[in-house]
């Protein structure tokens, strides 16, 4: 199960509507063994695309960088499905490198009307997808 | 000739856990194949026919070694080369 604040899943939300048409994607990072997610780090997408994610490469050594000197690990990789629901695609599955993260995926196939607003989580662990209930508090 | 190798946490199933190792070679094509000999699977991992994998992230000090000379960018005693699995995904 993940749990989320109310406050981080608003961030999550709003980043994902604000980059639409393009897929958003971003980290929650959290203290390394307490696995809660606290910090909400929004990357951008180097591909800009309404298909396809991907870390900035420097970036991405930036975070983790980060994330080793306080401690912390990517609790939640999130990113957005603008057109399809939010499920991980064959794609997701075979990038999946962080099998203590919750993979959040939001859709925002409702703003151009193509289904319905989803913000799931998903374990993916050596291919395999499992998905979890979400639960949003007040705080922790 | 030493090299540090971080290690992201995908791949310390090679390193008995450790989040970096040591490593040695000219090149980083020499470096994957030194630490193929103590950590057997990683270079499979991280290379494939010769070149680097498309969503693995290599980096010489502060550099991504694509804007380098990629597997052939040349190493220095004391560099320090990381691994990062890219965080990629999409639609299809």
Not at chain 1, 14 to 32: I, K, L, N, Q
Not at chain 1, 77 to 98: K, V, W
Not at chain 2, 44 to 62: H, P, Q, S
Request: aromatic share 8%; hydrophobic share 35%; with cysteine.
């Amino acid at each position: 199960m993940l749990t989320i604040t109310q406050a981080l899943y608003d961030q999550i939300v709003a980043h994902a509507r604000e980059d639409h048409p393009d897929e958003a994607c971003g980290v929650v990072a959290g203290p390394v063994v307490a696995g809660r997610p606290e910090r909400f780090i929004p990357m951008l997408n180097a591909a800009r695309s309404p298909t396809f994610y991907e870390f900035d490469s420097q970036d991405l050594l930036k975070l983790y960088r980060e994330l080793d000197d306080r401690d912390e690990e990517p609790v939640i990789i999130y990113h957005s499905h603008t057109a399809t629901e939010a499920h991980p695609s064959r794609t997701d599955i075979s990038y999946a490198n962080e099998p203590g993260a919750h993979y959040v995926l939001v859709s925002t196939a409702d703003t151009d009307g193509l289904g319905d607003f989803q913000f799931r989580s998903f374990r993916i662990v050596e291919g395999e997808v499992t998905e979890e209930e979400v639960k949003v508090v007040e705080a922790y | 000739m030493a090299i540090e190798v971080r290690i992201p946490t995908i791949l310390r199933q090679y390193t008995d856990g450790q989040k970096a190792v040591e490593g040695s070679g000219d090149t980083l094509a020499e470096l994957f194949t030194d630490l193929e000999t103590r950590h057997t699977g990683i270079q499979a991992r991280i290379v494939d026919e010769g070149k680097l994998r498309r969503f693995v992230n290599v980096y010489l000090n502060d550099e991504d070694v694509r804007f380098l000379n990629n597997i052939d960018t040349k190493l220095s005693d004391g560099d320090t080369v990381t691994i990062l699995p890219a965080v990629a995904g999409g639609m299809h």
